[in-house]
């Protein structure tokens, strides 16, 4: 299948065939229902369960699109990016199918565990100062060392088409119509890949992000019209501390329908939820939207909603509850 | 749907029976696999996730398949057994189903937890004594009184052919052929009603059950040729501390191939594993075959293995890692 790196807002067709091209690395998840979790809100829930995707998270669809776009010499020296997060796995993962070497900067404090799970994919991991800048030089120097490919997090419409399609299965999979989809907000890669999937493949539909009153970035940004940033990042959910970006913005401006705003405890809450009544480990950034439906439930009462569960890495031994 | 209690050994048609009656009353579980988990034992595993189950465990097959095939002036006394655990949920669930009352023996010391999700399904609980007496004194009170149904947890045709549909599914849904199928065994429902089902529908199969060496007394049982009991119960599946009953170790002595035995430190282990690597949770009593697997990894190289996944009601908030 030949492809190209996209270089604008992904169109309908830059999806499905994005969805196309990334089925070798990435699982259909399954979507799943909660009686008791319908009852406690009274809404119609369906969840998409990327914790149960490749590497754990939504994540590797984005870096799988990207990598699949690249020219055979492209792709040959390999894929850097900077996370010390699911896309650190998710680019190693990319990396390792395709038989390719796999650079990922991680700053010199990023836990050992997600060290440990990284260089399990066969990645290279390269130390950084646990600064942006350095950050920024350290990915720079590999970059031009290497001539690797750098996937950016969510800053790529490469990224953005891979993760919008996690909202095109939940589309095809779940009931006729959708009264609502929802997502997390970090850096925005997921939220604009869903506001992009309901706008082209869906009617009468709202889009709804969540985020961490702590981190309410993308809250900020949506209602002033220009990226705002956070001050400080006190928040559980440790995916959604990135602000938006140039690309996602633009999309999400254009296509998110409101951003939901929730505290810690309700996010706590709502990932107990799930773990007890769906028997299922999610991570805390994945618990936002859920928590969001709880906080808010007259928005909710009565109407199908979509939620994608993006992703179940979590150390079991270190949870708060 | 006419049908009459069990009250000798379920045949092949009993089996094909009970899964056709429980079927208003229980979910149809996914059978998942996990590549890390396979890489890990270098066996190609097939699980079923009777996590997933109504009321969060394969219990509700066995208290469906009695319940349904009661009289109608039978069910309308209702339902009562003695359980403190899952078999509990069960009988109260299917008793809320069926529209008739749920008398549920517990000792006084229950957790308040499970007193509390067993009221949740509707039923009524009756405490007694903590102790093998106590409670069958009470449970006689109940039945005398109320005229109720008592489901066995384990000790009933009914319930072990209910149990018998959960290996069937997974020998329908899973690979052609398997090698190995696992069950945990305490009372030894659902491992007699494994081991009926692998002996009707499948050919050249082995069936192993699996039990904590901290409470072995279906090892015992199994070598000796009489029923043994466990002087201490000091293991961590608390679901699997029950001694064998007549019915049942005589199917698991014609039937198991052979009884394998962990410590506690492989199910802690195999239970992580899963949590970590498959993104479910499970209680555990339930990681009792994969720690056999990871225990004596020489048996299972290279085969193809059925493991039924029994529950996942689990505290989160006391785990052990």
């Given at each position: 299948m030949s492809a190209k790196l996209l270089?604008?807002?992904?169109?309908i067709e830059d999806i499905r065939a994005s969805h196309r091209l990334i089925q070798p690395l990435v699982h259909r998840t399954p979507v799943m229902t909660s009686e008791a979790i319908n009852k406690m809100t009274g809404a119609d829930i369906y969840f998409k369960c990327?914790?149960?995707?490749?590497?754990?998270?939504?994540k590797m669809r984005g870096a799988a699109n990207a990598a699949s776009r690249l020219s055979e010499e492209q792709l040959a020296k390999g894929l850097a990016t900077h996370s010390s997060g699911n896309h650190a796995q998710a680019v190693a993962r990319a990396a390792q199918v395709k038989g390719v070497p796999a650079y990922i900067v991680m700053p010199e404090n990023a836990p050992a565990v997600k060290v440990a799970a990284t260089r399990g994919y066969g990645a290279e991991v390269i130390f950084c100062e646990s600064t942006p800048e350095g950050r920024q030089a350290k990915l720079e120097e590999v970059v031009a060392e290497k001539g690797a490919y750098f996937i950016h997090p969510f800053d790529d419409y490469n990224v953005i088409a891979g993760q919008a399609t996690t909202a095109l299965e939940l589309l095809q999979d779940?009931?006729?119509?959708?009264h609502i989809l929802m997502a997390p907000v970090g850096g925005g890669g997921l939220a604009s890949g869903t506001a992009l999937t309901a706008h082209y493949f869906a009617k009468d539909i709202t889009v709804l992000a969540a985020e961490p009153f702590e981190v309410d970035d993308a809250y900020r940004s949506f209602h002033s019209g220009t990226i705002q940033r956070n001050e400080?990042?006190?928040?559980?959910?440790?995916?959604?501390?990135t602000p938006l970006s140039e690309k996602t913005f633009g999309i999400i401006r254009e296509h998110v329908t409101d951003i939901l705003r929730v505290d810690e405890e309700a996010i706590i809450h709502a990932m107990r939820q799930v773990w007890e009544r769906m028997k299922i480990i999610i991570e805390p950034s994945c618990a936002v939207p859920l928590a969001a439906v709880f906080s808010y439930p007259e928005q909710f009462k009565g109407k199908t909603v979509g939620i994608i569960l993006t992703g179940g890495n979590v150390d079991v031994g270190k949870l708060p509850f």
């Open positions: 270089t604008s807002v992904p169109t990327e914790n149960f995707q490749k590497i754990g998270a939504f779940g009931p006729d119509h959708f400080t990042t006190n928040t559980i959910a440790d995916g959604l501390r």
